[in-house]
């Protein structure tokens, strides 16, 4: 349902650590894939790069969210010094 939906807006409908999960989810859920195609007789090279690609997207995009929030509190963290 959410998966054609702009990151940013989902992050911010559903919460970011709400959407952090969902990642983590989808990012496991593409390794256990990935072991699947990986364990078979005949592996499909093809199938194991589109995994491998889609992986790598969902983990950059953790990453992003992640250094997000922590700039987010940092920024707010200076704000209450003052």
Partial sequence: ???RLD???LAFEI???DYLATLAARHAGLERAIQEEAGR???DGLSLTHLKR?????KDEIT??????AGENLRSGAHSRR
Wanted: no cysteine.
């Fill in 1 to 3: 349902m959410y998966s």
């Fill in 7 to 9: 990151p940013a807006t």
């Fill in 15 to 17: 919460g970011v650590d």
């Fill in 41 to 43: 007789p005949a592996p």
């Fill in 54 to 58: 889609r992986k790598l997207k969902v």
């Fill in 64 to 69: 992003r969210l992640r250094r997000a929030a």
